[in-house]
């Protein structure tokens, strides 16, 4: 009867929510008590709500009770404790909704520590005791505690299901084999057990083999990781230095060009000017010559005039005459260095391909490398937004954002070197690598859709600046209900669905180009071209035949 009243003296000074004796104890405006952490915490959780309750009544609360500590009830707890609560086992916790529960104890039940597949019974410390004193429970089968004992039994006959059916892939009891399992290939539950071990030491070492060999995987990834970027940053700064190395270099031309142009300037000016100089001289002694002369002229007395006359002294000789040829100045100079400019952008354009070049050709080599995707979903993961580039477009092409629309007139565009001159065509703003998808909505007699280099023609022949008849673009023409892909003149019949919609989904790195018809969700593809790009792409467009045409990069979500 003592050990009954000390067991409702640790239940009844015990904290709901911790299932421990009260620490902090504070009492709720409905009367219960918590520990004053306990009950806090529990209130944090509730703070979105702004609604709190109590754990146990569910009482309601619309504004937080300020919580402070029940003086009388701590010193309660204290005693108690000092009366030998606080000596009891720890293994002698109270279950909680995700313990297993002793299924001897009565009134608040005990934690399980084992359960038992003979009995089918799961005990506490105390009450597993019995099995291990009495000689009769020595060959019971004890395992940690499970909620799942009620599945060793047999529905049908109420047995302990010993036995395994290899036939149904099922546990059955002994009676089992005499009605709907007779004649199955049956074994004791122990013996499948033996054999399904095996198998799963067999697929662990498997797992484990696995496992060891995807760590080794990710630790030579790091490293590759690691590598990658120690050999970008080196190459980043290598690069720094060299370029700055060119532009001091540049800079150390330009300043010999002005030098040499001022050394020549400073000598012509002064040849010219001491040229000048001279005939300044010569016009001021015919100047005074000439009023010598005048006087004379003047003079009444005709003996006067003779003598004066033949004491004239003689015309000093004349200065060459200057035969001023059209000037050119330094535009020979200029025109020097425009050509040079020229030759170092070509220069440069063929060092970015290479340089271009060197970076794609850097790869981590993994076995296993992304999938095309298959749906419009998966490629609309990697969807761009296409804005078209104003100074590429043709001028019989009116563009607003990401629309081309053609126009009988030619525009008035400004004038400008990455303008097509010859055909309707407009490329995008944008270079695109890697993986990229978008769509163009089409509306009229017929458009191209297709990819470029930024270094395509922009004046020319066809096979020079034409989307598809020339190395540097791919393209499909869609007209009326044709499809036609083109690639340097070589021209490929496609068929498919008609569609005023068409996808266009490229993986750089990996040299594929893929297009599509695209319906509602759904994708068609028209066709697919494996090779190597060596230049970022660009999006192209061009509109044919009739005024009001249109074609337009989608917007897509």
């Keep these: 009867m003592a050990q009954q009243g000390v067991q409702l003296d640790r239940e009844t000074f015990s904290c709901s929510i911790c299932l421990d004796l009260l620490k902090d104890p504070v009492t709720i405006p409905c009367g219960h008590s918590y520990c004053m952490n306990c009950i806090k915490k529990f209130w944090d959780g509730e703070d979105e709500k702004k609604i709190y309750s109590c754990p146990q009544c569910r009482e309601t609360f619309t504004q937080?009770?300020?919580?402070?500590?029940?003086?009388?009830?701590?010193?309660?707890?204290?005693?108690?404790?000092?009366?030998?609560?606080?000596?009891a086992p720890v293994d002698h916790c109270y279950a909680g909704p995700e313990d297993v529960a002793c299924d001897v104890c009565t009134g608040r039940k005990l934690k399980a520590v084992k359960s038992c597949l003979v009995c089918l019974v799961s005990y506490c410390k105390k009450h597993l005791q019995?099995?291990?004193?009495?000689?009769?429970?020595?060959?019971?089968?004890?395992?940690?505690?499970?909620?799942?004992?009620?599945e060793n039994i047999c529905s049908r006959h109420d047995e302990v299901m010993k036995m395994f059916c290899r036939t149904d892939q099922q546990c059955i009891c002994y009676l089992c084999p005499v009605e709907e399992h007779q004649g199955h290939d049956t074994v004791s539950a122990a013996a499948e057990r033996t054999e399904?071990?095996?198998?799963?030491?067999g697929s662990r070492e498997h797992i484990q083999q696995r496992i060891q060999d995807r760590e080794k995987d990710v630790k030579l990834l790091q490293q590759e990781v690691e590598a990658i970027n120690l050999s970008a940053d080196t190459s980043v700064e290598d690069s720094e230095k060299i370029f700055t190395e060119l532009i001091r270099l540049m800079e150390k031309r330009s300043?010999?060009?002005?030098?040499?142009?001022?050394?020549?300037?400073?000598?012509?000016?002064?040849?010219?000017?001491?040229?000048?100089?001279?005939?300044?001289?010569?016009?001021?002694?015919?100047?005074?010559?000439?009023?010598?002369?005048?006087?004379?002229?003047?003079?009444?007395d005709h003996n006067q005039f003779l003598?004066?006359?033949?004491?004239?002294s003689p015309l000093s000789g004349s200065t060459s005459s200057i035969n001023i040829r059209p000037l050119r100045y330094f535009r020979d100079v200029t025109a020097a260095v425009s050509e040079a400019r020229d030759k170092l952008q070509e220069l440069l354009n063929e060092i970015r391909t290479n340089i271009y070049l060197a970076v794609v050709e850097v790869d981590v080599l993994l076995s296993n490398p992304q999938p095309e995707p298959k749906t419009r979903a998966q490629v609309l993961k990697y969807s761009r937004e296409i804005t078209l580039d104003p100074n590429t477009a043709h001028p019989q092409l009116w563009l607003s954002d990401r629309k081309?629309?053609?126009?009988?007139?030619?525009?008035?565009?400004?004038s400008h070197p990455d303008r097509f001159a010859e055909w309707q065509q407009v490329l995008s703003e944008q270079g695109l690598t890697g993986r990229s998808y978008w769509e163009v909505e089409w509306r009229g007699g017929g458009v191209d859709v297709a990819v470029a280099y930024k270094n395509i023609s922009r004046a020319g022949r066809p096979d020079e600046c034409g989307f598809g008849h020339n190395d540097k673009s791919w393209a499909l023409h869609c007209q009326d209900n044709t499809f036609i892909f083109c690639y340097n003149n070589v021209q490929t019949y496609v068929s498919g669905p008609r569609s005023s919609r068409l996808g266009v989904y490229l993986d750089h790195s990996a040299g594929t180009l893929s297009f599509y018809s695209v319906s509602d969700d759904t994708m068609t593809l028209l066709h697919r071209v494996q090779t190597t790009f060596t230049q970022p792409l660009y999006a192209g467009l061009r509109v044919y035949y009739d005024y009001g045409d249109t074609a337009e990069f989608c917007k897509l979500k």
């Design 130 to 150: 019995t099995h291990y004193d009495c000689a009769a429970f020595e060959k019971h089968k004890l395992v940690e505690p499970s909620k799942n004992l009620q």
């Design 404 to 414: 081309a629309t053609f126009m009988k007139k030619h525009l008035s565009y400004p």
């Design 196 to 201: 399904r071990q095996k198998e799963l030491e």
């Design 64 to 87: 937080r009770p300020v919580v402070v500590k029940n003086t009388m009830l701590a010193v309660l707890v204290e005693e108690l404790k000092k009366t030998g609560l606080q000596a």
């Design 255 to 300: 300043s010999d060009v002005e030098q040499m142009v001022r050394v020549q300037q400073k000598s012509e000016v002064s040849r010219v000017k001491e040229l000048q100089e001279k005939l300044e001289q010569e016009i001021t002694e015919l100047k005074r010559k000439d009023a010598e002369m005048k006087k004379l002229s003047d003079t009444e």
């Design 307 to 312: 003598h004066n006359y033949s004491s004239l």
